[in-house]
């Protein structure tokens, strides 16, 4: 399975809306990346948080992890159909190259 | 502002064949990498670079070839594409210590008939 997974597959809202996609990861990390991917594009990264970071905010964005249960959250307030795209967490070792990342949350924001 | 490209953006081969993506880097970083995208999967290593010449072998190595001619560029080779096989090929690089957030460029393409 996965080391690093989002916990849905899929979700929807109305633009306007808060949304908030989760993250688990299963090895010790040095840092946690949000990236989002919009169709046709390269990820592109959202937020950075290392291991002794509780919370980081970039704009509407706002990261938390929580290294005793090993887990993130990254939370969009004030949807936008721009939003639109799907949402990795991905989780980096001191090693060099291993960064995992998950399978991807597909967030679509209606009009 | 820097930029990775990678070429071609599309790439339709033939059962056997061998194809080769490139990508280029003016970032002046010294890690890249190659990366595979399945539809419904999480992005999986191929192979990656911590510098010029040097070749890491990632999660997914089998089946593929890759060359860091310089620092500035990076190449994989499928060796034989295989039947059916559709994914998205992304090159991305990071600064010395590699365990940055790597920025990536918009992906390969890749259909084999």
């Known amino acids: 399975s996965q080391l690093a997974e989002e916990n849905l597959w899929a979700l929807s809202v109305h633009e306007g809306e808060s949304v908030t996609v989760n993250c688990s990861y299963k090895?010790?990390?040095?840092?946690l990346q949000w990236y989002r991917q919009k169709s046709g594009e390269g990820p592109a990264q959202l937020i950075l948080?290392?291991?002794?970071?509780r919370e980081k905010r970039n704009g509407r964005l706002r990261a938390t992890l929580d290294t005793s249960s090993q887990s993130s959250s990254l939370s969009i307030t004030a949807t936008r159909c721009e939003d639109t795209a799907v949402y990795f967490c991905?989780?980096?070792?001191?090693?060099?190259?291993?960064?995992?990342f998950g399978r991807g949350t597909r967030l679509q924001v209606y009009a | 502002g820097g930029i990775i490209t990678q070429t071609p953006k599309f790439l339709i081969g033939q059962e056997g064949q061998k194809l080769t993506l490139k990508c280029q880097q003016n970032f002046n970083h010294d890690t890249m990498y190659w990366y595979r995208q399945d539809s419904g999967k999480g992005l999986r290593l191929i192979y990656y670079?911590?510098?010029?010449?040097?070749?890491q072998k990632g999660d997914l190595s089998e089946g593929y070839d890759a060359s860091r001619e310089k620092k500035s560029s990076f190449s994989l080779t499928v060796t034989s594409a295989q039947k059916n096989e559709m994914a998205v090929f992304l090159c991305?690089?990071?600064?010395?210590?590699?365990?940055?957030?790597?920025?990536f460029g918009e992906g390969t393409r890749l259909s084999v008939l």
């Open positions: 090895t010790s990390i040095t840092a």
């Open positions: 991905a989780t980096g070792t001191q090693v060099v190259g291993q960064l995992t």
């Open positions: 991305a690089s990071s600064p010395e210590g590699g365990n940055q957030a790597p920025l």
């Open positions: 948080i290392r291991s002794n970071e």
């Open positions: 670079s911590i510098t010029e010449n040097d070749l």
